[in-house]
């Protein structure tokens, strides 16, 4: 069954990248001259996904502001004349772009919690999802790619790449065996594993294609690490019975929620920038002297 909707859950705190986060969305914060969350819907509007939700919290409705459309704003930069126009069209852009619904997490339950409160505008379909604060940029939408190889191996599909014992023990660890070009099947999953505890260095990055009765799964879940309802041991769970595909994806991904990723996608995507490709450049040459 083809993958039609995509659910963005983008409630968390944001604790790690506080005090920038105290008052604003961490899926807000820009790479270069665009706010996160709108990388992952022109993701999933790539990916041929029509209709996307937005789960949101307290103190995030400016993602709703930013997807909308500001009159005053275009007036002015109508104003502005050939010289605005392009700035007028890329406002005009993030409200058209999409078709987005939004719900609220009443409470940072978890992942999983999130993910239920989408669960009416699903409705009795397959799904995808794109964590917030995960950028994910290549040439193929990595959103597409599991959404492929859901549709291929009516499976619930899953991200995956290799990552260092520093990150394992912080996301999500895989049991899986090869199958064939970039595809393993997985058996067997754990959340924040610790090092004795990891199946494997392979951890899901941000992107997943679930069947719909995974929000069975989530209805009767415990609580699970961190005290939260987790959305990996709902997919365990599927994991476990039916197993899921790990597809290793192409395209590189920022964690948007981790300092050093957004340092490490605004460096990437400003030199490639017209605009700032050519000054980066420089100014990076120039400081890496003394470095
Ligand atoms: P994270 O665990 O990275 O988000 O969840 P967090 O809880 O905001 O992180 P820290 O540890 O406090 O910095 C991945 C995605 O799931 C969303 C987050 O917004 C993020 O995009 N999320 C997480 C929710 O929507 N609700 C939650 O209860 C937890």
Redesign the pocket.
């Known amino acids: 069954m083809k993958i039609r909707k995509a659910v963005i859950?983008?409630?968390?705190?944001?604790?790690?990248?506080l005090p920038a986060t105290k008052a604003m969305p961490?899926?807000m914060i820009p790479i270069v001259d665009k706010p996160a969350i709108q990388y992952n819907v022109e993701e999933a509007v790539r990916s041929g996904i029509e209709e996307i939700c937005i789960?949101l919290s307290r103190g995030k409705n400016v993602v709703e502001d930013h997807f909308d459309r500001a009159p005053e704003l275009e007036e002015k930069l109508k104003d502005g004349g050939e010289a605005k126009a392009e700035l007028l069209e890329s406002v005009i852009y993030a409200a058209k772009c999409a078709k987005i619904t939004y719900v609220r997490?009443q409470e940072?339950?978890?992942?999983g919690?999130?993910i239920m409160q989408a669960k009416n505008f699903v409705g009795g379909e397959p799904f995808a999802v794109l964590?917030?604060?995960d950028v994910i940029i290549g040439e193929d939408p990595c959103c597409a790619q599991v959404c492929r190889a859901f549709e291929q191996l009516g499976k619930g599909a899953v991200a995956i790449k290799e990552v260092s014992d520093e990150f394992i023990v912080k996301y999500s660890s895989m049991k899986c065996e090869y199958i064939k070009d970039n595809l393993y099947n997985i058996t067997d999953m754990i959340e924040k594993p610790t090092l004795e505890t990891k199946f494997s260095n392979f951890s899901i990055l941000g992107r997943c294609a679930l069947p719909n009765e995974v929000f069975d799964i989530l209805e009767n879940l415990p609580k699970g690490a961190g005290g939260?309802y987790q959305l990996t041991d709902a997919m365990k769970v599927l994991a476990l019975r039916d197993g899921m595909t790990g597809v290793d994806f192409t395209g590189k991904r920022y964690d948007m929620?981790n300092k050093f990723g957004i340092l490490m996608a605004n460096i990437d995507v400003g030199l490639k920038h017209p605009e700032t490709a050519e000054n980066l450049k420089a100014y990076i040459k120039e400081i890496s002297k003394n470095l």
């Open positions: 859950p983008a409630a968390g705190y944001g604790t790690r990248v961490k899926e789960v997490q940072q339950l978890g992942l919690h999130a964590y917030g604060d939260e929620g």
